[in-house]
């Protein structure tokens, strides 16, 4: 096995690792995204540092955006750098891999 294959094994393995938590994650964060800053707004009506939460506010929702967003990029690396369509599966593209490997070997013997 090259390195090649060694680094595109790893890179499906951590790939499909991906697969397995990434739902999770973005439900998660959307619940997360609308209850957190919720509360901030909900705790600025109420006490008087109306400032403090209202910073909390804004900046809660640019860090759970940016989390998802991540966690979406992610995805995209792992897709171009295992070049897979936009929604393909990684099984999907090896079983096409190992029918191309198998029509190129019939065509050599022919």
């Known amino acids: 096995m090259t390195d090649k294959?060694?680094?595109?094994?790893?890179?499906?393995k951590e790939y499909q690792h991906y697969?397995?938590?990434r739902d999770k994650i973005i439900k998660r964060g959307l619940v997360v995204?609308?209850?957190l800053p919720l509360f901030f707004m909900i705790m600025m009506f109420f006490l008087a540092n109306k400032i403090l939460f209202l910073g909390l506010w804004i900046i809660s929702f640019i860090?759970?955006?940016?989390?998802?967003s991540f966690v979406d990029y992610k995805g995209y690396?792992?897709?171009?750098?295992?070049?897979?369509?936009?929604?393909?599966?990684?099984?999907?593209?090896?079983?096409?891999?190992?029918?191309?490997s198998k029509e190129s070997e019939n065509e050599k013997y022919l």
Not at 63 to 68: D, E, K, P, S, Y
């Open 5 to 12: 294959e060694y680094t595109y094994n790893q890179i499906q």
């Open 19 to 21: 697969l397995t938590y």
């Open 33 to 35: 995204l609308f209850t």
């Open 63 to 68: 860090i759970i955006a940016f989390l998802l």
């Open 77 to 100: 690396y792992y897709r171009k750098l295992l070049n897979l369509d936009n929604k393909n599966s990684l099984k999907e593209n090896n079983s096409s891999k190992n029918e191309h």
